[in-house]
């Protein structure tokens, strides 16, 4: 008798297998717990923010509401359905984002390079980093890490003790970055 595979539940892709050579000990000073599929992150406020130069080109704004159709997007392409998801319409997006108690519009920027939205991350005010993207078109450039360093020092300025973020246990490339 041959057996089929079984589908994923509605819809989802399996998750992927863990990375091959790509584990990553975490770095002293950076608390780290396990979830069945994530690793949390916390860092104290009190640790120097390493230098994440701002690529060429590349300027930050609040996020707007014309600015919601492309953060959307960016979101959705940087999820894939692998590691988070976003909700199918940016309308509905955007609404949930606007009436969550957590949000804060200082602390959603953008990254612009010719007017044209490549970058963005999302804090809450509880000093969790929901989201981060970049389009791959400028990703290896560091602007991830600017936009993550963008994200520190605004959380700073509000009198954070630390940030939060939780990253996928077989994302290692956000992993790396996050723990840089």
Known sequence: M?????KALFGRRPAPPPPVGLAIAAPVGHDTSRSERYLVLRRP???????SPVPEGITFA???ADDATAVHALLKAAYDDRFGSVPESALTW?????????????LAVTAKFDGEIVGFCLCWTSSFVKDIAVDARF???????????????A???????EIVLK?????????????K
């Open 2 to 6: 041959v057996r089929r595979p079984r």
């Open 45 to 51: 406020m009190d640790t120097p923010v390493p230098a």
């Open 62 to 64: 609040p996020i707007t």
């Open 94 to 106: 955007w609404k949930d984002l606007m009436l969550d108690s957590e949000y804060d519009s200082n």
């Open 139 to 153: 990703r290896g450039h560091g602007l991830a890490s600017a936009l993550l360093a963008q994200a520190i020092e």
């Open 155 to 161: 959380l700073r300025r509000r009198g954070a003790d």
């Open 167 to 179: 990253v996928h246990v077989h994302n290692a490339i956000a992993q790396r970055l996050y723990r």
